[in-house]
């Protein structure tokens, strides 16, 4: 060390320190601002690609969690549009039944008033048979002997045996 301040010289020091400021000023005017200026430009490049990322990953979870919404809201229209389906088959399947029974009520009331008509017509077609038979026997019995009793009364058994009913 006594060597070192034995050996100094200020013009050598001088010069070293003109030197070294001067590769100072040197480095920071053409290397440190381009070295700088890369480095900032590299820290701006990885912050923008960790801001993308971040903005990539944010668009992901919105994109899924709208996905999620819609596939919601489609299972819950498919619910709905099977819901409303078996709906309109129960009310077809309950409309046929009541119309198959108006109908069937319907042709019932229809056959049960042919019948009863039928029923009237043969009525009254027996009664007028009866009427016609009832003022041919009458007539014969006026024809024959009216005196005779006995003969009368063979006389409309034997008509009565004769007749028959159309």
Known sequence: MEKLINDF?????FWQIALFLLLLFLLKKY???PILNALNDREEGIQNAL???DKARQEM???KSTNEKILKEARTERDNLLKE???IKDN???DAKDEAKDQANKIIEQAKTTIENEKQAAITELRNQVAELSIGIAEKVLKEELSNKDQQVALIEKML???TLK
């Open 85 to 87: 389906a078996r709906q």
């Open 9 to 13: 010289s200020f013009g050598l020091f």
């Open 61 to 63: 979870q919105d994109l």
């Open 31 to 33: 290397a440190w601002g």
């Open 92 to 94: 077809m399947i309950n």
């Open 161 to 163: 045996d004769k007749a």
């Open 51 to 53: 801001d993308e990322a």
